[in-house]
Nanobody, 117 residues
Framework: QVQLVESGGGLEQVGGSLRLSCVAS?????????MNWYRQAPGNQRELVAR???????NYTDSVKGRFTISRDNRKNTVYLQMNTPKPDDTGVYYC??????????WGQGTQVTVSS
C-alpha cells in the first residue's frame, strides 16, 4: 500500500508564496514514479496543475507557468509545489498523486489553498 501526505496549504494573499509538500511512503520505488499535483476549486472539475517524471522532466498547466515550480527529492520520497505570486483563481484543494511504472495511481487526501485578494 502507498500513502501520500500533503502539507503546506493555507491562506495566502495575492503576491505571496506557498510551498506544498507531499511525502510518499509504503511499497514504492519513489525515483521510478511520476508525481503530479492536481487541484479542484468549488464547482470546477479537477485539473492537473504540474507533473514531474522520474527523469525530472516537468509539465505545467498554462495558467501556472512561470509562477509555480514542481520539484522532487528522491532521498526524502517527497515532491514539492512552489507557488509564487498566487492568484485568487489558484484557490482550491490541491492533491498529490503518485503514478507507478505500471500506471497505478495513488492519491493523497488533499490540502486546502486559499488565495485572498
Amino acid at each position: 500500500q502507498v500513502q501520500l501526505v500533503e502539507s503546506g496549504g493555507g491562506l495566502e494573499q495575492v503576491g505571496g508564496s506557498l510551498r506544498l509538500s507531499c511525502v510518499a511512503s509504503g511499497s514504492i520505488i519513489f525515483y521510478l514514479t511520476t508525481m503530479n499535483w492536481y487541484r479542484q476549486a468549488p464547482g470546477n472539475q479537477r485539473e492537473l496543475v504540474a507533473r514531474i517524471t522520474p527523469y525530472s522532466n516537468t509539465n505545467y498547466t498554462d495558467s501556472v507557468k512561470g509562477r509555480f515550480t514542481i520539484s522532487r527529492d528522491n532521498r526524502k520520497n517527497t515532491v514539492y509545489l512552489q507557488m509564487n505570486t498566487p492568484k485568487p483563481d489558484d484557490t482550491g484543494v490541491y492533491y498529490c498523486t503518485l503514478r507507478t511504472p505500471f500506471a497505478v495511481e495513488f492519491w493523497g487526501q488533499g490540502t486546502q489553498v486559499t488565495v485572498s485578494s
